[in-house]
């Protein structure tokens, strides 16, 4: 048996000589991460400069706000280049995950969305890391750094939070409330797409290794470091 290797493809102009299920499989990638580092930045890294709760804060918070909308830029422009229509680009023509649909209300919300969603967009950028289409693997390390700061804040902010038995329990409830939208995010098991991606080299792992990566990733962060207990999810319908 022969075994495919997909080929290594640097450029824009060199993705046009593809096969089309290649270049699909591309476009389909960067509309999803353009599409959702913007809704991520308008429903919760925005309206969170409000909530932070000292200047210091808020500077932080900017600082992941903007590098946010940063990240929906980047991967704009990569769209543009490879011929996806603006309008595709934006959340309006795109129902939106479903942890978007849950605005922000507290300051404790905030944190524990940058410490478990940013984990899970970190998963996402690290396996992009070895993607066959070059430019999204540069545009992975570039995003990568920025990604690990904004799980770091959420980290740090959460940690002292948690000093306090008043922030514990936001910490808790904030957990209770979002992690569960959490896992599906990484699609279903055996997953016919994801095969495909595979395939072409522009994913690596399958989706439920992981999610269960991400599961264990985030327990040890709930659990061993805060504390507090990580709610059981049934896996992704
Ligand atoms: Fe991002
Ligand atoms: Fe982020």
């Not at 990240?71 to 280049?81: A, I, P, S």
Request: net charge negative; aromatic share 10%; hydrophobic share 40%.
């Amino acid at each position: 048996m022969t075994e495919f290797t997909p080929p290594q493809v640097k450029t824009p102009d060199e993705l046009k000589a593809q096969p089309a299920e290649f270049q699909d499989l591309v476009r389909k990638i960067v509309v999803s991460h353009a599409v959702n580092e913007l809704y991520g930045a308008q429903v919760f890294d925005e309206p969170a400069i409000a909530y932070a709760p000292t200047p210091y804060a808020k500077w932080l918070t900017c600082r992941v706000a903007m590098e946010e909308y940063g990240h929906h830029v980047r991967f704009k422009e990569l769209g543009e280049q490879i011929g996806i229509p603006l309008e595709q680009m934006t959340p309006s023509s795109h129902r939106p995950l479903s942890i978007f649909e849950f605005p922000l209300k507290t300051w404790e919300e905030f944190c524990v969305i940058k410490l478990l969603a940013d984990l899970a967009e970190i998963l996402q950028v690290e396996d992009l890391l070895h993607c066959t289409f070059q430019p999204l693997r540069n545009l992975a390390r570039m995003t990568m750094p920025e990604e690990r700061f904004h799980a770091q804040f959420g980290k740090d902010f959460c940690t002292e939070l948690c000093q306090s038995e008043d922030g514990r329990q936001k910490v808790q409830a904030a957990i209770n409330h979002y992690f569960p939208y959490l896992p599906a995010f990484f699609g279903r098991r055996g997953s016919k797409n994801n095969a495909l991606y595979r395939h072409w080299g522009i994913k690596q792992r399958s989706n439920e290794d992981m999610r269960a990566d991400y599961v264990e990733r985030a327990r040890a962060l709930v659990e061993d470091h805060l504390k507090l207990s990580l709610p059981a999810v049934p896996e992704a319908a």
